[in-house]
Structures are given as structure tokens and as C-alpha cells.
């Protein structure tokens, strides 16, 4: 496989928050605008997600239950953006879960500064730095103090590959380069292919495309001068690089003709790559069960992945990751003592536990746990897919996390909607910078 990911250092360069990350379709449980979640005495509430992955950790809240009949933990679980609108309302009015959900970035930030969770640092320090990769638990960190604490897979966004496609067209594996991609590109629109699938209509799938080319390119310091809100940082030479190679990319028809309407919540841009419509998807790691779902001889003979291409002459280090370091949980200030103290308790004993590590391999997530090497090989059924998601996230010298998250929310609704103008070609690369500087 080309590209592999090897580093020397782990340099985490941004906040995260929610990537847009795809979950199943519905939710189980209350909806966005039910009651109160608070809890009342030793009992605790939390609002968990549907995705598969999900189960290990909501088998948790079973077991815990069992053992502890004073001191119940009330789970309700939703869909990636039901919950994103309940938890938004239930934080500003007070009635937030005792266990607060987030993706880390700029919401366990604002949460921090308006005193909406507690500090964990003195009950849960220990139990993260010896358990959690450093990259995923750095993000919990704000002042120097543990406020959320690493749940769940990490989801780098990896560039997919349909390798019976590429060898019809004669590519015989994934591009290491940006001119090699250009060069496939123009093999599979001969081949009669759609080059690479893209969810357009989401929009969000147009960030990875943003984070990967501006880190190649320039390097780690031009996406951070952008998060610290420095003056005309998005003007940087990197910038207007990135947004150009995008239009090239457009230009050269590796999109097709019709990805601004097709939307990753119906998986649509998955089922080109695995119908062998599509030679590659830049898509997270999260999609790896959705292609045995979609096509399953397809995800056992012919699926590839790669890292994406490095840039001729840029400065970013190849190892660099763009994607979701994980999920975090955070204790709600405003829940009661003794619902406090549960929550932590529970934290204590089920932050990535024996039983959750192990379902989570066994559901095709990675853990970014230390020390699971063994466990990871495994766990791999053959394609030694989970084995180079654990090695690329240990080794990453950078981890730049999803961009529309990591931004404050109104920089990050800005992003997405120049980005998509830049897709279309409907305003210039400079133009993109313009705009982008004013929301700095």
C-alpha cells in the first residue's frame, strides 16, 4: 500500500468538534424538544448516539444499572444531528444530561468558559493519560484541566479506493502524489468512470478535501494561524493553492456531473465506490461497515485505502490526519452533586474498558487506546484495515480535526458555504480568502 504512515512525533495543531459524521438514519428515545433531562438524587441521565459502535458503551449503562439499584443511569439515544439540536437547547436552558456528549473543539470550549461543566482533572487525569493516545486525549484539556474525557472510535478521513475500477483503467494502486491523482483521474473519466465520489450535498465532505490540501501544502502553522483568528490568515499562499487545486480537480471532471446532489446521509457517494461506479471516496473511517452492508464481496476482495496524496514541493508531513479524534464525555455543572458523583464513578470504571475496546473492534471501530496493538491485529478480519487506522493515528505527526468544528459555529457555517461556492465554481480562490478573512 502506498503511503504509509510513519512519524515521529504527535503534534496536535486544533480543537475539535463534531465532524459531520455520519450516524444512522433515526433516533431511538425522546426527541429534540422533550423535557428535562436532569436527574434527581445519586441517579444520572446521558444521551448517547445510534451508530453501531454505539452498543458496547450503551451495554455499559446496562451493566452499571444491575449493579448499582441507588444510583441508576438513565440513557436515551439519538441520531448524529437530533442530537446536536437537543443538546444545544438543553445546555442553554439549564437541563442539560449529567453526561454531556460533544466531539471536543469550540462547544467543550464555550461550555468551559461559561462554567457549564465541571473540572475532572483531580477524579479522571490519571485514568486518561494512561489509557488514551495522547493526541485524543489532549483535546480534553482546557486550561490545563480535564473537562471531557475520550469515548469511543477514532475516525481519520481516509482516501478509499475500488481497486478492481483503478485496474480496469490501469492504475495499479492508490496515488502517493497530487499529480499521480491528477493522472488517475484522467484514466478513470476514460475508463467511463465516475473518478471520486463526492457527497457535495452535504457539504461537510468538502472540508476533508480543504484540511488535507492546506496542511500539505503549507504545513501545520497555516491552519493554525487560521484557528488563533489571526489577521488575514485564510489569505495565506497555501490557502489560495488549496482552493485552486480544487477548482483543477473540478475542472478535470473527477467529481462527475452530479455530486452536488448527492447526499452522504444516503450514503450515496459509499455505493458509487462499492458498486464500481467510482475509483475513490475521500470519506472517514466510519464507512468502513457500510460498505460490507452496501456491497459485501466488494469490501472483501476489492476495497483499498490509502493516505491522502502528498503535494509536490509542500511542506506538510504526509502522516498528517484530518478527521474526528473521538467522542468526549463532560460532566454538566448543573446537575446535581450526588448525579455528579455517578457520572464520575462511572467514568472511572467504563473510560474504554475491557468490554468496550473489544466491541468496538468487533464492530469495525478503533479504540485509541495505548497499548492495544495485539489486540487491533487481532481483531482485523483479513484486509488489516483496523490495524492501519490504529498505526496512522498513533504515528500522525499532526491530527487536524474536522473544520467546521474546530471554528467557532459561525465561522465554521461560513466555511462550509464558501467551500461549496469554491466547489462550484462560483467564486475564485481569492475570493474564498476574501470572505473567509471577515469572519476572522
Known sequence: MKGTLKAKAIRLTAAIAASATLLTVSACGAQPGGGSAKATGANATVWSLTDSTWASVQQTFEDWNKANPDAQIKNESFANDSYKEKIRTAIGSGNAPTLVLSWGGSPVTDYWSNKNIIDLTSDLDSTVKEKVLDSVAAE????DKLVAVPVGQVQPAILWT???VLKEAGISDAPQTWDELLDDVAKLKDAGKTPIALAGGS?????????????????????????DGKKDAWSDPAVIEAMTKIQDLVDAGAFGDSYQSMSAD???????????????????????ADFGTINADFAKNDLGYAAFPA????????TMLTGNLANYWSVAASAGKESQQT??????????????????????GVPPVKGIEDKVKSADDGTGFLTYVYDSVKDASNYQLSL??????????????????VFLKQITPQQFADAMNKTL
Open 140 to 143: 480534553g484539556y482546557r486550561d
Open 162 to 164: 475500488n481497486k478492481a
Open 203 to 227: 457539504k461537510w465532505p468538502y472540508l476533508m478535501w480543504a484540511a488535507y490540501l492546506i496542511d500539505r501544502i503549507g504545513g501545520p502553522d497555516v491552519m493554525q494561524n487560521i484557528l
Open 266 to 288: 444516503d450514503k450515496k457517494d459509499t455505493a458509487l465506490l462499492a458498486n464500481g461506479q467510482a475509483g475513490f471516496d475521500l470519506m472517514g473511517s466510519w464507512v468502513y
Open 311 to 318: 503535494v509536490e514541493g509542500g511542506k506538510g508531513d504526509p
Open 343 to 364: 457520572a464520575i464513578k462511572y467514568l472511572k470504571e467504563n473510560t474504554y474498558s475491557d468490554g468496550i475496546v473489544d466491541g468496538l473492534l468487533k464492530s469495525g
Open 404 to 421: 467546521d468544528v474546530a471554528l467557532p459555529a459561525d465561522q465554521g457555517q461560513a466555511l462550509l458555504n464558501n467551500l461549496e461556492q
